[in-house]
């Protein structure tokens, strides 16, 4: 089973920018992955953030379309999300999850393999 971890999570301003990364190891050839984003804010459901699928085709949650970008670098076994324009609606723990088998989706359950989640704290 792949095992994932996140990095680039922290604390900054309205209006700033973070840029995610989650490199995986083990399991199968990385770009055989889809790899997705989600977060989950306090007290509230983990939410669908973004997803790439093996050819690098994204899918991402309405509400976040134009602000965050996934990408993924198979060279390095790393997807990443860059967040642009974040709003303090934006905090939550984000997590990147890895996807054995179809195509991209918003559905957590569908993905197989968790990181262990990195905060990120808008300030307003």
């Known amino acids: 089973q792949v095992q994932l971890v996140e990095s680039g999570g922290g604390l900054v301003q309205a209006g700033g920018s973070l840029r995610l990364s989650c490199a995986a190891s083990g399991g199968r050839t990385f770009s055989t992955y889809v790899m997705g984003w989600f977060r989950q804010a306090p007290e509230k459901e983990r939410e669908f953030v973004a997803a790439i699928n093996r050819s690098g085709g994204t899918d991402y949650a309405d509400s976040l379309k134009g602000r965050f970008t996934i990408s993924r670098d198979n060279a390095k076994n790393t997807v990443y999300l860059q967040m642009n324009s974040l709003k303090p609606e934006d905090t939550a723990v984000y997590y990147c999850?890895?996807?054995?088998?179809?195509?991209?989706?918003?559905?957590?359950?569908?993905?197989?393999?968790w990181g262990q989640g990195t905060q990120v704290t808008v300030s307003s």
């Open positions: 999850a890895a996807k054995n088998y179809g195509g991209t989706s918003y559905i957590s359950h569908l993905y197989s393999s």
